[in-house]
């Protein structure tokens, strides 16, 4: 049985920092690519970054390139997210979600399997 659960939400100040974490179990981790994603209340679910395999290759939504770093161990089954310079607008749930290609892009569409979320919340 495929799972994933994400761990590391947390209420911090904003310009804060908060690491997320994703352990996967039930399929062959290495051979799926995955990816963050958030919602807010209210709003649509938005893409927050994604990462091929093996690693070299990611992507990630304008809103937080230069504050987030997306990375993976695929030794360990774990995805992160290394969240810096956090604010209100970081506020949301935060999910991981894994799809079997190789490179993935920040299309929800594209993903099979999703964690049940992890709350970020970002104070002024």
């Known amino acids: 049985q495929v799972s994933l659960v994400e761990s590391g939400g947390d209420s911090v100040q904003a310009g804060g920092s908060l690491r997320l974490s994703c352990v996967g179990s039930?399929?062959?981790?290495?051979?799926?690519?995955m990816g963050w994603f958030r919602q807010a209340p209210g709003q649509e679910r938005e893409g927050v970054a994604a990462?091929?395999?093996?690693?070299?290759?990611?992507e990630y939504a304008d809103s937080v390139k230069g504050r987030f770093t997306i990375s993976r161990d695929n030794a360990k089954n774990t995805l992160y997210l290394q969240m810096s310079s956090l604010s209100p607008e970081d506020t949301a749930m935060y999910y991981c979600?894994?799809?079997?290609?190789?490179?993935?892009?920040?299309?929800?569409?594209?993903?099979?399997?999703w964690g049940q979320g992890t709350q970020v919340t970002v104070s002024s």
């Open positions: 990462i091929s395999t093996g690693g070299g290759i990611t």
């Open positions: 979600a894994a799809a079997p290609w190789s490179i993935c892009k920040r299309d929800a569409r594209r993903y099979n399997y």
């Open positions: 039930g399929y062959i981790y290495s051979g799926y690519c």
